[in-house]
Nanobody, 127 residues
Framework: QVQLVESGGGLVQAGGSLRLSCAVS????????MGWFRQTPGKEREFVAA????????YYADSAKGRFTISRDNAKNTVYLQMNTLKPEDTAVYYC????????????????????WGQGTQVTVSS
């Protein structure tokens, strides 16, 4: 059983930064593609960023490009999301997700690709 535990959320002013962490346990972390999604009440879960297991290539939603950075530390079984220049519209519950297999990069943008999910961490950006 794979478990994902997010941390690092909180309240920050617009323009500020936060770093989210996602600790993975239960299986060989290095073989998972990893992603971050976010969700606000009444809206569907939205892709934020992903990172492949093999080439460690990052992928970003347009809203995240230039502001967010996804990275992974396989030795620590942890994936990170560094969020800079935060905006009020970034306010959401952020979820970490992992795949059971490796996929073409085009599939990493969809939440249905992922097999395991964390419980989420709240990020609130005040104006």
């Amino acid at each position: 059983q794979v478990q994902l535990v997010e941390s690092g959320g909180g309240l920050v002013q617009a323009g500020g930064s936060l770093r989210l962490s996602c600790a993975v346990s239960g299986r060989t972390f290095s073989t998972h593609d990893m992603g971050w999604f976010r969700q606000t009440p009444g809206k569907e879960r939205e892709f934020v960023a992903a990172i492949s297991w093999l080439y460690v290539t990052p992928y970003y939603a347009d809203s995240a490009k230039g502001r967010f950075t996804i990275s992974r530390d396989n030795a620590k079984n942890t994936v990170y999301l560094q969020m800079n220049t935060l905006k009020p519209e970034d306010t959401a519950v952020y979820y970490c997700a992992a795949t059971r297999s490796q996929y073409h990069s085009s599939k990493l943008y969809y939440d249905s690709t992922y097999d395991y999910w964390g419980q989420g961490t709240q990020v609130t950006v005040s104006s």
